[in-house]
């Protein structure tokens, strides 16, 4: 009897690994199959976290042909200098600082995140590489249905984020970007209190728009160590421009 297995060996580098592991994620017709990308931040993308304050909202730079420039070889580097002329931060998965303490690049959860699972055809033949998002691993059923660890998985992202703010790959959030953000929060504070008396359901929602907002206030330990991280990560540009 089929019992629904999750995948235990874990997304593949995209240089391929050796894997004595045959699962391989069944494919439907029309299964829409993530493709390889690249994570790029905006300096102004930025969201609150519970558990980690402020962290960077990342996109993907998809190696689509036909998008942002990419050709049909599927090379990015056309949507990666698109990106960079727009101000955008690449996140290379081959960035040293991405190996956080006691890892090593064999052992990594965010080293190498550019990972895929392999699939197969209904007819058994081989599918295309399914790319996945750091912290994502798929559990199949019996009928051939992928589930994912949603959850599990966004615990994992955010922590990625938290890592990559962490160690300088970007540029600490600015002042004013933070400003922007507090005030759309308190906007959004101020049209539930002009409502909330109108819609009395509504009251659930203004107490976590407000407890939101007063949490995403830094603290001054938070803007200490925030100006001391842009402080760090000027000097090391500094030095890598003038060697």
Known sequence: MKKTHTLSTGALRRAPVASIDPDLLPLRPRTNVPCQFIFVHYESAWEYDAEHGWIPRLSKLLAKPGVNGVGKDGNLQPAINGATAKGGTIIRDDDRRLLREGEDVDSAV???????????NRNGSQGPHWYAEPG?????????RILWNHDEQSRIFAAFRAHIRDT????????????????????????????????????????????????????????????????????????????
């Open 110 to 120: 965010f080293y190498g995140y550019g990972r895929y699972y392999r699939t197969v």
């Open 168 to 243: 300088g790959i970007i540029q600490p959030m600015h002042p004013l970007t933070l400003a922007e953000h507090l005030d759309a929060q308190g906007a959004k504070v101020e049209r539930l209190k002009a409502t909330v008396a109108m819609n009395p359901h509504l009251a659930g929602k203004l107490t976590e728009a407000t407890e939101l907002l007063e949490a995403m206030q830094p603290t001054e330990q938070e803007v200490e160590a925030d100006t001391k991280a842009a402080r760090k990560v000027t000097r090391s540009r500094r030095s890598r421009s003038d060697g």
């Open 136 to 144: 994502a691993v798929p559990s199949v059923t019996p009928s051939g």
